[in-house]
């Protein structure tokens, strides 16, 4: 599992060619499965503009690179990242609310854990290091976040990021 603020700037990289593509930007998703639909990368060179990769197409988010298949699923974006009212970039949508559903609020979204295998949001990382698992419990969309209980905002005391914490939430997210 990875946290994306610590994937975010990363070379990409393609295995077929051992290519440089470019760096990783931003993920669009969709609200109602949280599922990643899609990377922006940023092109090398001043004017490189803007790729995308579609989520599927990624090998892995690795610890000094990101792995996409070949040069041939690197493409200009073309309007494929469109953000409409089911789906957001993930740099649009970070530092959204979340609410309990009987209006408490608990905090901001400042980050997601996704696997090393990216298919789908596997947590949302609250400020102060307390971590929200989207389903069941979490409804997510455009301006907020409601969970059905504070009791699904789980809270870890050690500093975010730290081994002890990184164990903890592997243990509530599971992976």
């Not at 649009?92 to 090393?116: I, N, P, Q, S, Y």
């Not at 409601?146 to 730290?162: G, T």
């Amino acid at each position: 599992m990875k946290s994306f603020l610590a994937v975010r700037g990363l070379p990409v990289v393609t295995v077929a060619e051992g290519g440089y593509a470019g760096k990783l930007d931003d993920f669009l998703f969709r609200f109602d499965d949280v599922a990643i639909l899609g990377f922006r990368l940023r092109a090398p060179g001043f004017w490189g503009g803007a790729l995308g990769v579609a989520c599927e197409n990624v090998v892995r988010l690795g610890r000094d690179y990101v792995l996409v298949s070949g040069d041939d699923v690197v493409e200009r974006e073309r309007g494929g990242g469109v953000v409409s009212a089911d789906r957001a970039w993930w740099s649009d949508w970070v530092g959204v609310k979340v609410l309990a559903r009987r209006g408490t609020d608990l905090g901001r979204v400042e980050d997601v854990l996704v696997d090393e295998r990216p298919s789908r949001l596997r947590a949302l990382v609250l400020d102060g290091g307390r971590v929200v698992l989207p389903g069941r419990k979490a409804l997510v969309g455009r301006d907020a976040v409601i969970v059905d209980e504070e009791a699904a905002v789980h809270v870890f005391p050690e500093k975010h990021e730290s081994a002890e914490w990184w164990e903890k939430v592997t243990q509530v997210v599971g992976g």
